[in-house]
């Protein structure tokens, strides 16, 4: 018997805490892969933005799996507990036909309870191995210990029955205290649906206002590298001045952080549990990411180019210089190539504060011409096209 028991002990300890130490196992293997990933993407020189985004996409991947199987393990428990009343309804009228509890339990395993017919099944099978109904009334509560309702139900359960109490009276007072309870949860929860809906106006509100803020400011930094704009200097970053790239990780964090607290915080209303907030969070972060890659995180080069004279006589000197900008600062040894309206292409390279110059002839022949400047650097690309009229 003791060989038995002891056999029936690890099978139930294979089969649930098993699975639970393998989640967590995965979890801490395919952790560092995300640092990993930053550090290969910050030693091939990769936009910091970028490498962020990366290792919090990183991040929620290896997560992912384990919480969703623990809100997967929360969805079935909910269902165990909608699906109680009927069973403890089935017990109660078994009882009161005159069987005893076991014979009670094989017949509720008969009948379809959704989740929670598995757990039904698993205390038939205990029973059947003729464990006491006490140690398999507590297993079987073991077996759903997430859930804090069903715990305190198998609880008084076990106490009337250790009480000499009258069982079946018991378990019928039961199921209807515990519809009336999921009653009461069903209305609640379609009336914080509502706040549900408040807390994702919320969130899209924020992302409008991060992205309103990054279009306004990415100008004003730009004409700041020209001089102070209107009297006003963001100080603070890279030589005494913030940049473009500094308020896109602040906005990405932001963004990240609120996704976080959003998702959380709408999971509690729903549920009353956090592990609830991990679809809002998936859903809130999938949303921020997309339009953060569309409205932020693209760089941005910028080209400036005068060219003077505008008017020149034929085969006149035309000076032409010009500025390349990225992301607010010195595009410092950016590729310029401008082709001439004769056809000539010439090569240059911008200084240590992002200009260039180049001085060609105007054509010999009177008319309208066109002057391409094309500035490349870090795979980006931007083209101005210029003309002037020869005399």
């Known amino acids: 018997m003791v060989g038995i028991d002891i056999f029936k002990k690890s099978f139930w300890e294979k089969e649930v805490l098993g699975l639970r130490k393998r989640k967590v196992f995965v979890l801490l293997l395919t ?64 009882v009161s036909a005159g069987m005893t509890i076991p014979q009670a339990v094989d017949t509720c395993a008969k009948t379809k309870y959704n989740v929670l017919s598995s757990y039904v099944d698993k205390l038939n099978i205990w029973l059947s191995w003729d464990v006491p109904f006490p140690k398999a009334w507590n297993r079987f509560t073991k077996t759903l210990s997430r859930s804090a309702l069903i715990t305190r139900i198998n609880n008084i359960i076990l106490e009337a029955y250790h009480s000499g109490g009258d069982i079946k009276t018991t378990l019928g007072s039961l199921s209807d205290n515990v519809s009336i309870l999921k009653q009461l949860e069903a209305e609640k929860k379609s009336i914080m649906h509502q706040q549900i809906i408040v807390m994702y106006l919320i969130y899209f509100i924020f992302i409008g206002v991060i992205i309103g803020v990054y279009k306004i400011l990415a100008p004003i930094i730009f004409i700041q590298k020209l001089g102070i704009f209107s009297g006003i200097s963001l100080q603070g970053i890279e030589g005494g001045q913030m940049t473009v790239g500094y308020f896109k990780n602040l906005f990405l964090i932001m963004t990240i952080v609120e996704s976080i607290c959003a998702g959380l915080i709408a999971g509690v209303i729903a549920e009353e549990k956090l592990i609830a907030g991990v679809k809002h969070i998936v859903v809130m972060f999938a949303v921020g990411i997309f339009f953060f ?60 504060v992002g200009e260039f110059k180049d001085i060609i002839e105007a054509p010999m022949t009177g008319g309208k011409y066109s002057i391409i400047i094309t500035a490349t650097y870090k795979k980006e690309t931007e083209t101005v096209t210029e003309d002037i009229i020869v005399k």
């Open 31 to 94: 952790l560092p892969i995300p640092f990993i990933t930053a550090i290969i993407s910050y030693v091939l020189e990769v936009n910091t933005t970028v490498i962020i985004t990366l290792f919090a996409l990183g991040l929620i991947i290896v997560a992912l799996p384990y919480l969703i199987f623990n809100f997967l393990e929360f969805q079935e428990i909910k269902k165990a507990e909608n699906n109680y009343p009927n069973f403890l309804r089935d017990m109660s009228q078994s």
């Open 293 to 352: 890659s569309i409205f932020i995180i693209p760089s941005q080069l910028n080209l400036e180019v005068a060219i003077y004279p505008p008017s020149p006589n034929p085969g006149a000197k035309i000076n032409i210089a010009g500025k390349v900008f990225f992301e607010s600062s010195a595009a410092v040894g950016a590729t310029v190539d401008i082709l001439t309206p004769t056809g000539e292409t010439h090569k240059l390279f911008t200084d240590n």
